[in-house]
């Protein structure tokens, strides 16, 4: 139940983003060629990640994500979204970082699982996992809040450390999100949510994301030795495998559009 509201509220996250943003047509289907995505190359669809022919020069007090010269200030990714959520891994669109030294992934993986927005979202989860007795054995009231408030904590700090810098690290991937920023609005979105399964490697080509696909699921395997034998079925942890991957595929969709969002809705800076 937990998980049909999640994916209705995401849906309908993206939804609203896209009627906002929409243009004056509807988006020509037959543009999309849902099929002709393969392993190693995108189709015109998923378009390649930037290559890495440009260094830029971080700027270590910048609020912003690294961006090139040229890129509108309304296109640029922000650091924090509202004040609240991290985006310390998105890029701004035309920005050609370098790839990622492993202790500047680590810093991401670090930043992403400490800052003060988890505790906050793991104790809104925790808080409605209690409240629907999601795992009946781990109990009711404060207790139980605390069963699950550490076990979902868990749950984000092992995800993260996996896909965003240990994994990463071995197979030479690129886990921050490359905004596109510009284009049709379905491509955009498609392109954004694809990018769970399509990921640059180090020399800036598209391959397919081990990192995040291994990631997600060895981290559920983990899980399996802390949460009740009882909930620990294939059935169990394949739902929160897929809730995972889903999660992380709104998560980039709305990092693209936000920039948009913060212009021509909130009238704002992103």
Do not use: C
């Not at 190359?41 to 090139?68: C, G, I, M």
């Not at 680590?106 to 800052?115: H, L, P, V």
């Not at 921050?176 to 979105?189: C, D, E, F, I, V």
């Not at 802390?226 to 998560?251: F, H, I, N, Q, W």
């Amino acid at each position: 139940m937990r998980f049909l509201l999640r994916l209705i509220l995401g849906t309908a996250l993206l939804s609203t983003s896209m009627t906002v943003l929409g243009q004056n047509s509807a988006p020509n289907l037959s543009d999309v060629p849902f099929l002709q995505i393969e392993a190693r190359e995108s189709a015109s669809l998923l378009p390649d990640a930037p290559e890495p022919q440009q260094t830029q020069v971080k700027d270590p007090n910048s609020k912003q994500a690294p961006a090139n010269e040229g890129t509108p200030a309304s296109k640029q990714q922000p650091k924090r979204i509202l004040g609240i959520m991290p985006n310390y891994r998105a890029v701004s669109a035309g920005a050609i970082p370098p790839p990622p030294t492993p202790k500047e992934a680590f810093k991401i993986a670090t930043e992403n699982s400490f800052d003060y927005s988890s505790f906050v979202f793991v104790g809104l989860t925790s808080m409605i996992a209690e409240g629907e007795a999601t795992h009946p054995s781990l109990g009711k009231g404060v207790p139980g809040f605390w069963a699950y408030s550490w076990r979902g904590f868990v749950d984000k700090v092992d995800g993260n450390y996996w896909v965003i810098f240990a994994l990463p690290t071995v197979f030479h991937e690129d886990e921050r999100y490359y905004a596109k920023g510009s284009g049709n609005l379905w491509k955009r979105a498609m392109y954004s949510s694809s990018r769970v399964v399509i990921t640059p490697d180090y020399h800036g080509h598209n391959t397919i994301n081990a990192s995040e696909l291994l990631g997600r699921g060895i981290a559920q395997g983990i899980s399996t030795t802390y949460y009740p034998s009882s909930d620990t079925s294939a059935a169990e942890v394949a739902e929160k495998y897929g809730y995972a991957l889903m999660r992380d595929a709104l998560t980039n969709t709305f990092r693209e559009f936000w920039p948009d969002i913060a212009a021509h809705v909130l009238h704002r800076k992103p």
